[in-house]
C-alpha cells in the first residue's frame, strides 16, 4: 500500500498520475469527518475514467483515519495525538499541503474538492496556501456546521448511540442494515479522532471569517453543491456561504441524503464535469 511518511505519521494515499503527469493538473479530494478514502472513492473513480489523462488525481486518508497512523504501530494515546480544537482544521490543511509538496513539488497549483468536514478543510487550505489552489468545488460542506456541545458530550459519553443518530440523519434512513453499513464505515477510525473531528469544525464555524476574506481577496473560484434534501448541512448556511465567499457559484441538485452525493449521482458527475472543464 502507498504511503507517505509525515513526522512520524504514515499517510495513506491513492494517487493516479496522468500520461503527462508534467502538463496535468492535480485534483485533491478531501475526505469528511470520521471518514476516509473510501467515502470519496466514486469521486475519485469517476474523475480517473473519464479525465484521467489530462488529470493526476489525490486521494488519501486524514491523520489518524483508517490506514494513516502513527508509523511505529503505536496506539495513538502512546502517540500523544493532541492537536487543539483551535487547530484541528488548520493541522489537516497543513497535513495535505505537506503531502501534495512530497508527490508533486513545491509551488504547485491545485484544484480542491471537500465533502463535509473537508469542505471546511479546503477553505482553511485556500486561506494559508492561496497561490496554491486554482479553484475548490464544496459538496455538502458549509463554514458553519451549527454542531452543538450537547452533542459532543453526547459523543464522549455515548459514542455508539450518538453517531447511529448522526448517520440516520445523514443517510436519511432508519433501516438497520443500512446504519449498521455505515457504523461500520465510520468505525474505521477511532473514535476520539471522529470526536476530534467534530470539536474541530465546531471551533472551526465561528473561527472562519477571516479565511473567508483572504479567499475573496485572490478571488479563488468556488463551486458549492448541496441539496435541500441534506438533514445534515442546512441549506441556510449554504446560501450565506454563497454570500460569503464572492467568487462562488451555487447549485443545488438531486440527493436523497448527506451522503448521497458521492454513490453514483448522476446530477453530481454533471457538476464535475463543469468544475473540471471551466
Not at 46 to 66: C, S, W
Not at 96 to 110: D, P, Q, R, V
Not at 149 to 158: P, Q, T
Request: charged letters at 25%; aromatic letters at 12%; proline letters at 3%.
Amino acid at each position: 500500500m502507498p504511503y507517505i511518511e509525515l513526522n512520524d505519521i504514515k499517510i495513506f494515499y491513492i494517487l493516479h498520475r496522468s500520461s503527462a503527469p508534467e502538463k496535468a493538473k492535480t485534483v485533491i479530494i478531501i475526505h469528511g469527518a470520521g471518514g476516509n478514502h473510501l467515502s470519496l472513492l466514486w469521486v475519485f473513480d469517476y474523475i480517473r475514467k473519464k479525465y484521467g489523462g489530462i488529470f493526476n488525481i489525490l486521494v488519501f486518508d486524514l491523520p489518524f483515519h483508517f490506514r494513516s497512523a502513527a508509523s511505529a504501530g503505536e496506539s495513538i494515546l502512546n502517540y500523544g495525538f493532541s492537536v487543539k480544537d483551535a487547530d484541528g482544521i488548520t493541522y489537516y490543511a497543513e497535513t495535505i499541503n505537506a503531502l501534495s509538496s512530497k508527490l508533486f513539488g513545491e509551488g504547485k497549483n491545485y484544484i480542491l474538492i471537500g465533502h463535509s468536514m473537508g469542505a471546511q478543510v479546503c477553505i482553511k487550505y485556500a486561506s494559508l496556501f492561496l497561490y496554491n489552489v486554482e479553484k475548490a468545488m464544496l459538496i455538502a460542506g458549509c463554514h458553519n456546521t451549527h454542531i452543538s456541545d450537547s452533542f459532543i458530550k453526547s459523543l464522549e459519553k455515548s459514542f455508539d448511540r450518538t453517531i447511529m443518530l448522526f448517520l440516520r440523519d445523514a443517510l436519511a434512513s432508519k433501516e438497520k442494515n443500512v446504519l449498521n453499513g455505515a457504523l461500520t464505515d465510520i468505525k474505521r477510525t477511532p473514535r476520539q479522532i471522529v470526536i476530534n473531528d467534530f470539536k474541530y469544525s465546531k471551533y472551526y464555524s465561528g473561527h472562519c471569517v477571516d479565511d473567508l476574506n483572504i479567499i475573496n481577496r485572490g478571488k479563488i473560484p468556488f463551486n458549492i453543491i448541496y441539496s435541500k434534501d441534506d438533514l445534515i448541512i442546512k441549506d441556510k448556511c449554504i446560501i450565506e456561504l454563497h454570500k460569503k465567499l464572492t467568487g462562488s457559484v451555487i447549485s443545488d441538485i438531486p440527493a436523497r441524503n448527506h451522503i448521497d452525493f458521492l454513490y453514483e449521482n448522476y446530477p453530481m458527475e454533471k457538476e464535475i464535469d463543469k468544475f473540471l472543464l471551466t
